[in-house]
């Protein structure tokens, strides 16, 4: 399984204490499957990973993933303190990617084309503050 699948499943069973074989099952159990819900919206939107892997984690039909994931987007609009833990994950912080004028670099390798959340973090970063993971 992938470092990042491992991160956020790990955090998810944590919190909602649910454990990974109730996360594959089919069970319905509101609970059990909010917190997959959640596994999916996380992996959904902070890796690269597409629909289809991440239903395979899941053992579920990527347009399954697609549902879950809207349907969790609608709900947090509507109550954000129920899913406010979602956005005190721990980032797994491989780089720390600074602006240097209109170019953020990455201060462990340098570089600034092989991180393809550089983009995403100038568009949304402040000044010199570090911002991120890639």
């Known amino acids: 399984m992938n470092a990042h699948v491992e991160h956020y499943l790990n955090f998810v069973t944590s919190h909602t204490k649910v454990t990974y074989a109730q996360l594959r099952s089919h069970c319905r159990i ?48 509507l109550y954000p303190n129920k899913y406010k833990w979602m956005h005190k994950i721990p980032t797994t912080d491989h780089h720390n990617i600074l602006p240097s004028k209109e170019v953020y ?27 991120g993971y890639c």
Do not use: F, P
């Open 105 to 131: 670099i990455c201060q462990r390798c340098g570089s600034e084309s092989h991180h393809t959340s550089a983009l995403y973090q100038w568009q949304t970063a402040t000044d010199r503050e570090a911002v």
């Open 30 to 77: 509101r609970h059990i499957r909010e917190a997959r819900q959640c596994l999916a919206y996380l992996l959904r939107y902070n890796t690269k990973m597409t629909l289809s892997e991440i239903g395979k984690v899941l053992n579920r039909h990527y347009s399954t993933i697609l549902h879950s994931t809207e349907v969790l987007n609608d709900e947090m609009k």
